[in-house]
């Protein structure tokens, strides 16, 4: 079988991402190689291809470059040293996290401690959504103090983060979750989620409390800054987007305004696999495509064409 890739050649659009043709290697001590069954397509993916960002920055001299972070597989093959994993195991994780990437392809070598072992029931193409979403949501939720104000807002509540943001929310304490989307159609209820809990509006119809709240910015740019104005003073957002963080935070300098940066970790993740496969956690499943296929996800992406999680598929199925 061949070994792939979808690599950034140059920065720009769709169709700069060209297939690659990768020799595997095997591990060295600590590492594992997978065998990929799916990998996560992310916001920071195209702003990267498109030449925005941290990550684009730091790879602008490392060009043909492959993104993507989020993987799962099942491992192929163990290096030295590594005892928690069995060639087989199936497995989901994050590949050179932060500025590495590596992640759009058929076979990936990463450390180990990078990963976590799932449950063979679990779906592995699901599980490929789950690692930068999930961190994201409970790193930022952890920002803030819902004992001093229990009403939290997440804008963007019909994507991967912002879907995972509602649930951790309450699982931290606040008291309801307005979940705001641009249109009420993107987001699914979960019956899961107290009805009383959790209130869906659409931007259109969005009407700021007179109040200091909690809040998730999950979409950045144009619309996080018309939104973040009509927040009462005091009001504290954690916006997810880098890219227009600091343009956010300018917004509405009555408002305490923060950038996060997501940071790999090991036992969040497993914690997070863990409440997925007790049914205590919704992950929904990601729309697929083929690997191959990565120029026109992008595509569509970037259009509005396509909601919720993407995945990547080396394979057919």
């Not at 069995?86 to 990963?115: E, H, I, K, M, R």
């Not at 009403?151 to 307005?178: F, I, Y």
């Not at 696999?273 to 569509?300: C, F, K, M, N, Y």
Request: charged letters at 15%; one cysteine or more.
């Amino acid at each position: 079988m061949e070994h792939f890739a979808m690599a950034i050649t140059a920065f720009g659009g769709p169709q700069v991402l060209q297939h690659q043709s990768i020799t595997p290697r095997a591990p060295q001590a600590g590492q594992i190689a997978v065998k990929v069954a799916a990998c996560g397509v992310n916001p920071i993916d195209w702003k990267t291809r498109a030449g925005l960002g941290w990550a684009a920055k730091a790879n602008a001299e490392n060009l043909p470059w492959v993104p993507g972070y989020d993987v799962s597989g099942y491992v192929a093959a163990l290096g030295e040293g590594v005892d928690d994993f069995a060639v087989g195991d199936p497995v989901v994780g994050l590949v050179g996290f932060a500025t590495q990437g590596g992640g759009y392809a058929s076979y990936v070598v990463v450390d180990a401690v990078s990963f976590v072992a799932l449950d063979p029931s679990l779906d592995l193409p699901t599980a490929a959504g789950l690692p930068i979403p999930a961190l994201t949501a409970s790193q930022a939720i952890s920002r803030l103090d819902f004992s001093v104000t229990p009403h939290c807002v997440v804008l963007g509540a019909g994507g991967a983060a912002g879907s995972l943001a509602v649930q951790w929310a309450l699982r931290q304490g606040a008291s309801h979750v307005t979940a705001l989307v641009r249109h009420r159609e993107q987001y699914v209820d979960d019956p899961r989620l107290d009805a009383e809990s959790v209130t869906i509006v659409s931007l259109d119809d969005w009407q700021a409390p007179d109040y200091a709240l909690c809040a998730i910015d999950a979409i950045g740019g144009v619309v996080a800054q018309a939104w973040v104005k009509t927040l009462a003073p005091g009001s504290r957002v954690v916006t997810l987007p880098t890219v227009t963080a600091e343009a956010v935070a300018e917004a509405n300098r009555k408002v305490d305004t923060q950038g996060m940066l997501m940071q790999a970790d090991r036992e969040a993740l497993r914690e997070w696999v863990q409440h997925w496969a007790q049914g205590s956690i919704a992950v929904s499943a990601p729309q697929r495509r083929l690997l191959a296929e990565a120029a026109s996800a992008h595509a569509d992406i970037e259009s509005g064409a396509l909601r919720g999680k993407v995945v990547l598929l080396p394979q057919e199925g």
